[in-house]
């Protein structure tokens, strides 16, 4: 069984920052693939970015340039750090681990960008 414990959301300013992480953890975890996807009031849910392990990256259009994943494969741990933020960046942020157990969620975190 996995378990994703995810942190860093908030309310922030348009063009500020936050950086947003998840951590799998269970017995023998070992994540494949992490990434991040969102889900805005009355939209379905999207892709973010993702990650392998061995480090390949991908984003969505609307955030590329702005947002930048990564991960620590010894914590199985995977960052967010969101720049330049912008109020239709506002949703709950997923977090997402492709597992040798299976796919994993984590419970959402709210990013609210306003004035």
């Known amino acids: 069984q996995v378990q994703l414990v995810e942190s860093g959301g908030g309310l922030v300013q348009p063009g500020g920052s936050l950086r947003l992480s998840c951590a799998a953890s269970?017995?023998?975890?070992?994540?494949?693939?992490m990434g991040w996807y969102r889900q805005a009031p009355g939209k379905q849910r999207e892709l973010v970015a993702t990650?392998?392990?061995?480090?390949?990256?991908n984003y969505a259009d609307s955030v590329k340039g702005r947002f930048t994943i990564s991960r620590d494969n010894a914590k199985n741990t995977v960052y967010l750090q969101m720049n330049s933020l912008k109020p239709e960046d506002t949703a709950v942020y997923y977090c997402?681990?492709?597992?040798?157990?299976?796919?994993?969620w984590g419970r959402g975190t709210q990013v609210t960008v306003s004035s």
């Open positions: 269970g017995s023998a975890v070992n994540p494949n693939a």
């Open positions: 990650i392998t392990r061995g480090g390949s990256t």
């Open positions: 997402y681990a492709a597992t040798q157990f299976g796919p994993y």
